[in-house]
């Protein structure tokens, strides 16, 4: 009896976070299958977030525990660490997680992290940092946004320079629903910052907030028209699902925690696509394929793919669901889409040499 209500509480508690564990079958034996639409090109990595690629077509990867590797595509490779990033604090859904290059990379060698922080008060924050990307190491570290609200979980992560070549930011709610609709808090919101971490000075609220009342968004992707979206975690718990894709909106309050799924509320935006009240996907990174819109599923174990009507998606397949966690996906210069699995991050099955960067030709993706 006491076995058994062990397993239980087991399972409820893990049942509580938006990127619960579900089970997954030993795949990957056709790693080394030339002819496959797919190709390991990094294995052995320790909860890889963040994807960015350099002008090379070489990447830097994230790993949560806090180092970035540069992973040069040569099949079931594991990188070289070029840095160790002293500052993080990795604890839950917390660590070293977003990673963007400058646009003016072949300038100015710039990239920037957003990393989970514990000051010296003891307070869990998330930070924004740029480095120069030197001789194959990450530099002289300068703190471009400070004192995000963070948490065990829900801290957001995603960073990415849109079209207009301003920095956009997601971070969640940090366990605080409140934090959310409150526009003088960086919690819940997409910010949009310039490249020293000011706020643009068209932001709407003359401060670094684009768009608020988001739980926990997780990836963006601009669209071919220079339309912004954003994946988004929906409520955890024992009522999980209603995870969301958003049009965003500048100015443009998403509801949380007032409103989910289909619910209407004035002066507030309700998703484009959501997952309903019984399908979790807990999406993470996302991209555009030319008129396709492909985002990763942690607790969903896929990739999805959505269509368009206009501004209407349409969820219409779903693939790889033998990898396991997915977290991140984008788009190379070589027009292959890479993946990150995220199966070593506690709430995944690790298999034998997880995590890894897989490179995946688009067009078998119909």
Known sequence: MVLLLVAMYWRFFHSTFDESVTNTDNF????????????????????????????????????????????????MEQGQI?????????????????????????????????????????????????????NDRL???EIVVDDIPGSTNHNGGRIQFGPDGYLYITTGDAEDTSQAQDIQSLAGKILRVTDEGEPVPDNPFDNLVYSYGHRNPQGIAWDSDGRLWATEHGRSGVFSGMDELNLIREGGNYGWPLIQGDEIEEGMIEPRLHSGPNKTWAPGGAVFVEEALFFTGLRGRALYKALFAGSNPI????????????????????????????????????????????RIDPSTLE
């Open 139 to 141: 530099v002289n570290e």
């Open 28 to 75: 990957f034996s056709s790693d080394t299958n030339t002819s496959s639409p797919w190709v390991v090109v990094a294995h052995n990595l320790q909860t890889p977030w963040s994807i960015a690629f350099l002008p090379d077509n070489s990447m830097l990867v994230t790993e949560r525990p806090g180092t970035v590797r540069r992973i040069r595509g040569n099949q």
């Open 315 to 358: 969820l219409t397949e779903h693939y790889f669901e033998d990898f396991g966690r997915i977290r991140d996906v984008v788009m190379g210069s070589d027009g292959m889409l890479y993946i990150a699995t995220s199966n070593t991050d506690g709430r995944g099955q690790p298999k034998e040499l997880d995590d890894r960067i897989i």
């Open 82 to 134: 070029v840095a160790e990033i002293p500052g993080v604090h990795s604890i839950g859904e917390g660590g070293l997680l977003g990673i963007a290059t400058h646009p003016d990379f072949a300038i100015n060698n710039l990239i920037y992290l957003y990393y989970t922080h514990r000051t010296i008060e003891g307070s869990t924050i998330n930070r924004v940092v740029r480095m120069m990307f030197l």
